[in-house]
């Protein structure tokens, strides 16, 4: 684990969980460090959510342990919320339920996630990304030391993904949190993520987004079609798309195009990325992680069969 990191916030050791007979996970080892961001992945039913929760506290392992450090503030989004959403509620009053914020956080909050003018709004009212952008707000609000995340972006639309996705990392950045993230948009996320835990009712690899999308496992579990998508994701950032459309290189020079072997996009802001996809001219396959703030480590997968 890189030195960069701070204190470790949660560690699961050996964690599993058995419902009716059937152990739901098992053998389960991670730790998420402050500043450190870790996406939890793998199919439907392989535990993910359960992991999330039993790295929160709302699930007690059957076997092994979980320890959080002592006073560690977490914030969760869960992939269900037991809110009836049929219920009048206001999406202020929905986020002092859980905590006691006062109406600047909630402004603060609700402005970081992009939608301050919804304080007000009826709850039932809110479209799916609305209401998940709303819950993203009230996860952060309390400005927590761990953030848990159960796929905080579903059914926000795509642009929305990439600026909710930006803005984890941002509050990753500036608030050195740590963020336990479960995801299906592999390809948007893996580019910040520090370690990538790939489940199947167990660990069944684990490292840099680069290493484990190369592994056997990972490939089996997904498909060498999804390996070649992160792959698009391995940012070189050689290049900046400046607001007037011409190109900056590293070199300083200025051109009206890219050049043909140039990078993934450095784009400015408000530069769509959706057409950095396989089969457009900027697509490489060569890895080049993408490392930020100096603690990137690209050791290889490591490997657990069970
Ligand atoms: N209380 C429970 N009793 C019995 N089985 C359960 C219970 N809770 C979850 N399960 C089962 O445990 C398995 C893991 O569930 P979990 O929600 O952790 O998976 P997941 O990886 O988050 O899935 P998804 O990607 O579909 O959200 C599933 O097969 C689920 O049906």
Known sequence: MS???GKPLVTLTNAGLQREGRWLVRGVDLTVHAGEIITLIGPNGSGKSTTAKLSIGILKPDEGRAERSAGVKIGYVPQKLAVDRTMPLTVRRMMTLT????ATEIGAALEAVGVPHLAEAEVHRLSGGEFQRALLAR?????PDLLVLDEPVQGVDFAGEIALYDLISRIRRESGCGVLLISHD???VMAETDTVICL???????GTPQSVSRSEEYQRLFGAAAARTLAVYNHQHDHTHLPDGR???QDGSITDHCHPGDGHH??????AHHHDHPGNAHHHDHPHPHHHDGHGHDHGPEHRHG
Not at 99 to 102: Q, V
Not at 139 to 143: D, G, P, V
Not at 200 to 206: A, D, F, I, T
Not at 266 to 271: A, I, K, Q, T
């Open 139 to 143: 996860a952060i609000a309390l400005t």
């Open 186 to 188: 592999l390809h948007l």
């Open 99 to 102: 905590a006691k914020l006062s």
């Open 247 to 249: 190109v900056l290189h």
């Open 3 to 5: 030195a960069s990191f």
């Open 266 to 271: 450095h784009d400015h802001p408000g530069n």
């Open 200 to 206: 199947n009712g167990h660990v069944c690899c684990r």
